[in-house]
């Protein structure tokens, strides 16, 4: 929708799209609720972010657990007749898939926040664009199409949370998706905190049941007390190998501890999978002495120069440095006075998910719509990797894996739409730490998404949420309710200086994945 009327098939961004005859396998959609495109990119991007949909259905399946079982433990102190054999029973059930999108139904919203509905309802939304799909496949019409879904409930679960997304104005995109990874942070942390009080509760049994709290998950059922026992330690152990790490120039992998740490009710997923850590130092050019300042970072904010900066456009802009001199001269606490200084900006962590903002907005509402070049591989610039010899390459590469584009000449107007790279119905490479199996190191890098692979056995995710899989890797072109297919020469056109398809989006956010390169 551009200013609130659709495009037409000949101007639909992206020209033609490639093998829509052949493409059988459906694809659910997303309607327009009203300049709401920044909205549906931003589901489209997210619904194919690897591993997300697997980590989000985890994060409302350990909350569905946590407050059954806070239920029953309420239940039975207000029951004193009931016996402990039923209250077992109540408290050790298992959710289904129906059971989760049951939750943003039921009277049970009371005790919720309005994050945690926000979430809650988010998933729902995935839950009933998978059953959509799998609706047409089960039907007897072959040309079956799911018919749009309105993301209706879970934008007014949104505006509960942020009035900023209230009535029918264009949002920015990018403001969404940083309100949306916030949420689900603070759910992580609600769910957590759940999961001790849980635990505190159950210590505090009066009718010295002793029974162990489980929370039933996907692979077997796990105490929350044994987790809970080394959560600490592993926390100080992770702690103490980041610490290490920034003097070490490889950057080691997940141990086993971390998948455990992982497997918890309440790991922030967020966290792990979108932030980094930005290391700022400063050097007093008298007596040399170097302050660092480290912050953790969600995303990285590009500015959209003059002129491409060859093979990695976006390393000099992300590691910047600068002469403080004149009137903006640096505090030595060692000097005790303001001297000439030079500051630097390095990344002594980058995110397993990369996101990267081009500024196009910056300094007014006026689009700067100058090329910006966008590799679909780019080699991974944290400094462990750029602490590396000449003749070793970087331990990471980072792979493009999505591109929400803007149509349209202010921030306020226009039309965002989504490319997303649909993996084979993967959406990544799975690493659950429940059980599940995981592809091999280096495979997804190997692979490039060209080849599909079976979604990892025992999980439910993959029947409740994570898009079906496809016949094949490619490109899918998200303009609202039209979703297709593209080729990716056609998409690889679409970033180039001078497209020969008709276009007028500009790149706007850059979605990347890291990849071991093995």
């Not at 029953?72 to 402990?84: H, M, P, T, V, Y």
């Not at 090329?371 to 602490?387: Q, R, Y």
Request: proline share 6%; with cysteine.
């Amino acid at each position: 929708m551009l200013n609130g009327h659709h495009q037409s098939d000949s101007q639909s961004v992206g020209g033609q799209y490639a093998g829509s005859a052949q493409w059988k396998t459906p694809i659910a959609t997303l309607s327009n609720l009203g300049n709401t495109c920044y909205l549906n990119s931003v589901l489209y991007t997210l619904r194919y972010a690897p591993r997300f949909l697997h980590n989000l259905h985890h994060l409302v399946s350990d909350l569905a657990s946590v407050e059954q079982k806070l239920g029953s433990i309420r239940l039975k102190s207000s029951s004193l007749g009931r016996s402990a054999a039923g209250l077992a029973t109540s408290g050790t059930r298992s959710w289904s898939s129906k059971d989760l999108l049951s939750l943003g139904q039921s009277d049970s919203n009371a005790g919720k926040s309005k994050i945690q509905i926000a979430t809650e309802k988010l998933h729902e939304t995935y839950f009933n664009l998978r059953a959509a799909e799998s609706k047409c496949i089960n039907s007897s019409s072959s040309d079956a199409n799911p018919e749009p879904y309105p993301p209706d409930a879970f934008l007014a679960a949104l505006r509960e949370v942020n009035s900023t997304f209230d009535g029918n104005r264009q949002q920015d995109a990018h403001e969404l998706l940083v309100c949306l990874l916030d949420n689900i942070r603070e759910t992580c942390r609600a769910l957590s905190a759940r999961a001790s009080r849980l635990q505190l509760q159950e210590n505090g049994d009066s009718n010295g049941l002793g029974r162990q709290t489980t929370i039933d998950g996907e692979g077997g059922k796990q105490t929350l007390g044994n987790l809970r026992k080394s959560w600490k330690k592993r926390k100080e152990a992770k702690e103490a190998r980041a610490t290490d790490k920034r003097s070490s120039p490889t950057e080691e992998r997940p141990s086993e501890h971390e998948h455990d740490e992982r497997a918890r009710p309440g790991w922030d997923f967020v966290a792990d999978d979108f932030e980094g850590t930005m290391v700022v130092r400063t050097m007093c050019l008298e007596c040399e002495t170097v302050t660092e300042k480290a912050q953790a970072v969600w995303e990285l904010c590009v500015p959209v120069g003059e002129e491409d900066t060859g093979e990695e456009p976006f390393r000099a802009a992300c590691l910047s440095s600068e002469y403080l001199r004149d009137q903006n001269k640096y505090w030595c606490e060692r000097c005790l006075r303001y001297n000439e200084a030079r500051r630097s900006v390095a990344y002594s962590r980058l995110p397993r998910l990369l996101v990267l903002q081009l500024k196009r907005f910056s300094g007014g509402m006026e689009k700067i719509t100058r090329h910006a070049p966008t590799p679909l591989l780019m080699p991974c610039f944290c400094e462990p990797c750029a602490a590396r010899a000449a003749d070793h390459p970087p331990a990471h590469r980072y792979i493009l894996w999505a591109v929400i584009m803007h149509l349209g000449q202010t921030l306020t107007g226009g039309h965002y739409v989504a490319y997303a790279r649909d993996s084979g119905g993967e959406a990544g490479e799975p690493r659950c730490a429940r059980g599940e199996a995981a592809a091999p190191p280096g495979s997804f890098m190997r692979t490039l998404f060209n080849r599909p692979r079976a979604p990892p056995a025992g999980c439910a995710a993959r029947d409740c949420c994570v898009p079906r899989a496809r016949p094949a890797a490619c490109w899918l072109a998200c303009d609202d309710d039209l979703v297709k297919p593209i080729s990716n020469e056609d998409f690889e056109d679409l970033l180039s200086a001078e497209p020969k398809m008709r276009s007028a989006a500009t790149p706007y956010l850059l979605f990347y994945v890291k990849s071991e390169v093995g």
